[in-house]
């Protein structure tokens, strides 16, 4: 299953970088974290709650950024297991380019799914993929215009 999307960001890049490399800010942005603990510079470990059309099951696995240059880019890589409901594993490669005060952020997806997930059907899955990610940025933009000052 292939993913990708771009969205604009009314952040500065170094903002939005530093966001994106921040357990804190990606565990509230994340639809379904109940975890999200950086083990070290570039790998975390995280424990995700998602419902799949009839299979809810709780995710736990590791993530890991490689590629990295910093502000820019970098690719995002993971595996979670959900017991009895099956795995999920992928990457993600994430770009950021600026565009005056704001950022505009990129990705090109790939995830493969097993077990009971991927009984349900690669047209759920996707739909669900893409729900996921647009709450994610939803929520990204929104706590990142809630932490930048206004000025007066």
């Known amino acids: 299953m292939e993913l990708t999307g ?5 952040a500065p890049r170094q ?14 942005c994340i639809p379904g974290c109940q975890e999200l603990e950086k083990t070290s510079d570039t790998e975390m470990l995280a424990k995700v709650t998602l419902k799949i059309g009839p299979v809810k099951a709780t995710f736990g696995g590791e ?11 970098y690719t995002i890589q ?16 994430v770009v950021l380019a ?10 090109n997806a ?3 799914v097993g077990g009971k997930l991927a009984q349900l059907g690669n047209r ?10 647009a709450a994610f940025f939803d929520n990204f933009h929104e706590r990142l215009n809630q932490s930048t ?4």
Not at 15 to 28: H, I, K
Not at 124 to 133: D, F, P, V
Not at 149 to 152: F, G
């Open 6 to 10: 771009e969205y604009r960001i009314a």
């Open 78 to 93: 993971g595996e979670g297991k959900g017991g009895i409901a099956g795995f999920a594993k992928g990457s993600a490669d």
């Open 124 to 133: 759920l899955i996707q739909s669900t993929a893409r729900k996921l990610a």
């Open 110 to 112: 790939s995830a493969e």
């Open 15 to 28: 903002q939005v970088w530093e966001a994106l490399n921040d357990a804190e800010v990606l565990q509230a």
């Open 149 to 152: 000052p206004e000025d007066a």
């Open 63 to 73: 993530v890991e950024l490689v590629n990295i240059d910093a502000p820019k880019s």
């Open 98 to 107: 600026e565009d005056g005060d704001d950022t505009i952020l990129t990705y």
